[in-house]
T-cell receptor
């Protein structure tokens, strides 16, 4: 069964609003989680590494003030897209390594900004 | 240095065929090479993974071949089925650190 859960799976909102996406590890603690963005028919692009209890590490070109990441507990990381615009519409996916196991991915969140 | 190159971009085979997807990397420090399968609207699911001390790994109908000297690895799908139609991504990483994904291969298996 799933070991990483994402919520919501799909969200539609108006331009200018902020949207929060949750990523939970279901049966393990994750001190690190990863956030990816995937445009249609493209690969996954790493946005940031979420670190429990400390600041996230953002990849080059990703605006940290636009994509706020909070990893307040060992089982939950959140990504908030602030003042979202149509160009932010994408598929957002999180993942978490479990021990020495490979990264387990959530089922993604489809974000549509009107 | 951090790129993973994947080919082909798309692949069409008949049921029973053996599609082969190839990947190449530059960073010799990578020590973990997984393959993921992704269906539309879903997150990637791990298929099979290999570490550089092994030249081949087989799990069910999926086989990874790994050539450390050439810095290349490939995925073979034996006896492919229509249900295997999906997008496949290779990736590389250092341990459980961030994954660097290839560009993806869209596979279609026709009955």
């Amino acid at each position: 069964g799933a070991v990483v859960s994402q919520h919501p799976s799909w969200v539609i909102c108006k331009s200018g609003t902020s949207v929060k996406i949750e990523c939970r590890s279901l049966d393990f603690q994750a001190t690190t989680m990863f956030w990816y963005r995937q445009f249609p028919k493209q690969s996954l692009m790493l946005m940031a590494t979420s670190n429990e209890g400390s600041k996230a590490t953002y990849e080059q070109g990703v605006e940290k003030d636009k994509f706020l990441i909070n990893h307040a507990s060992l089982t939950l990381s959140t990504l908030t897209v602030t003042s979202a615009h149509p160009e932010d519409s994408s598929f957002y996916i999180c993942s978490a390594p479990r021990g020495w196991e490979p990264q387990h991915f959530g089922d993604g969140t489809r974000l549509s900004i009107l | 240095q951090q790129q993973v190159k994947q080919s082909p971009q798309s692949l069409i085979v008949q049921k029973g065929g053996i599609p082969i997807i190839n990947c190449a990397y530059e960073n010799t420090a990578f020590d973990y090479f997984p393959w993921y399968q992704q269906f539309p609207g879903k997150g990637p699911a791990l298929l099979i993974a290999i570490r550089p001390d092994v030249s081949e790994k087989k799990e069910g109908r999926f086989t990874i071949s790994f050539n450390k000297s050439a810095k290349q690895f490939s995925l073979h799908i034996m006896d492919s089925q229509p249900g295997d139609s999906a997008t496949y991504f290779c990736a590389a990483a250092l341990g459980t650190d961030k994954l660097i994904f290839g560009t993806g291969t869209r596979l279609q298996v026709f009955p």
